[in-house]
Every structure is written in C-alpha cells, then in structure tokens.
C-alpha cells in the first residue's frame, strides 16, 4: 500500500525529555513537511525537506529538530527547549512545485505528563 | 502578508440543508487553492486543487468554486457523515511551495 506512515499514534512526554515522531513515505516524493495543530488554530509549519540531507525552518521550529537522510524518512524530535509542545502533529509528503498538493500522515498525539 | 480567512468557523446544518463555506485569500499570483477535509483525531484528506478564476470541480455532494479572491466549498444535501472540519489552503507568494492553510471550518450535520 502506497501512503504516509506516522509514529507512534500517542506519545507521552516528561519534562525535560527529548521526544522523536516518525514519518515514513513510500509514495516517492521529494518534499516532506511537519506542521503542528493546535485547537482553533491552522496548521503550523515546522521544518520542511525539498530534498535529502536539506531541509529548512519552517514558522514555529525553535524547540524542534529533524533530519533527512533518506528520501523516505523525515523524522522530527521534540526537544527539552520546547517548552509548550502538547499539540497534534502531522506530516505531509508532495512532489515538488508550488502547484503540488501535500498528502497527509495520520498525526500523532502528543501529550506531556 | 499572505492570509487565508475561512468562514464560518462552524456550521450546524439539518440533513439535506444546503450551504456553502467560504474561503477568502490575499495571496498575490494564486498558483492553486487547495481544500481538505479533516475528521477528528485524523489527518487532513485531499479533496480538490483548483488553479484558475472561474475552475470548478465536484465530488458527491460536495463542489468547489474560485473567483480572484476567493473559493466556495458548496455541499449540496448533506448527510451526517459530511460532518468534519473543512479547511483550505493556498501557496505563498513569491514561488514558495509552502502553502498558508485558514484555520477551518467545522460542520456539523444534523439527522
């Protein structure tokens, strides 16, 4: 089956934690997104990848980090210095070009404890 | 500043009650507006890409419009399992990739 995979569904964090989230495609495209989504609010971009072993800092990434050393693979993690990070996480794959729809990942939850 | 306004930012209709949600872009050289459907706890799903004023495109009950300024999301009899947050998107100005998503509007439709 072709499509996005996100990891874990939940995810529990404690204060001072490092947390990472995966996202794996198969579909082969060549831009990956994180966005973040809180409630009331759009979604919120993250860090996006247009292409492996680059990626760029998207609206809101202080207290994020991700890498993309696989064209399939762009995992983020949730460091300690995001000090708020509860919140519905989504990935999102596309082809490049503005024109191009995003194709969303299931989302993890992620709560702090 | 590119925003993307939608509204309402909820609506509760009676099965078979007609409405339309609204989607209102300041974006510069639309290079496409695009709307999903998200239910809760899930990720959005893709519904339509709509590139040019005056582009149409349907889906069952549901069927989008564009004019220069702004996008319709029509549903046309709705059922209950229409229920879902709506949202739309348009890409940034300045051949960015990265889409400016409106923060949604949340149907509720009634049996």
């Known amino acids: 089956d072709g499509g996005i995979t996100q990891s874990p569904k939940y995810l529990f964090r404690k204060e001072g934690q490092n947390v990472t989230l995966s996202c794996e495609q198969n579909l082969n495209h060549d831009a990956m997104y994180w966005y973040r989504q809180d409630p009331g609010q759009g979604l919120r971009l993250i860090y996006y990848?247009?292409?492996?072993?680059?990626?760029q800092k998207g609206d809101i990434a202080e207290g994020y980090s991700v890498s993309r050393e696989k064209k399939e693979s762009f995992p983020l993690t949730v460091t300690s210095a995001q000090k708020n990070p509860t919140a519905f996480y989504l990935c999102?794959?596309?082809?490049?070009?503005?024109?191009?729809?995003?194709?969303f990942g299931p989302g993890t939850r992620l709560l702090v404890l | 500043e590119d925003q993307v306004t939608q509204s309402p930012e909820a609506l509760r209709l009676q099965e078979g009650e007609s409405s339309s949600l609204n989607c209102s872009y300041t974006v510069s050289g639309l290079r496409g507006l695009f709307w999903y459907r998200q239910d809760p706890g899930k990720g959005p799903e893709f519904l339509f890409t709509?590139?040019?004023a005056g582009e149409e495109k349907e889906k069952e009950r549901l069927k989008a419009t564009l004019t220069k300024k702004e996008s319709f999301l029509h549903i046309t009899a709705p059922k209950p399992e229409d229920s879902a947050t709506y949202l739309c998107a348009a890409p940034r100005t300045g051949g960015s990739y990265i889409p400016t998503f409106g923060r949604g509007t949340s149907l509720i439709v009634h049996p």
């Open positions: 990848s247009q292409i492996v072993n680059d990626f």
């Open positions: 709509l590139y040019s």
């Open positions: 999102a794959t596309a082809l490049p070009g503005p024109r191009e729809t995003q194709y």
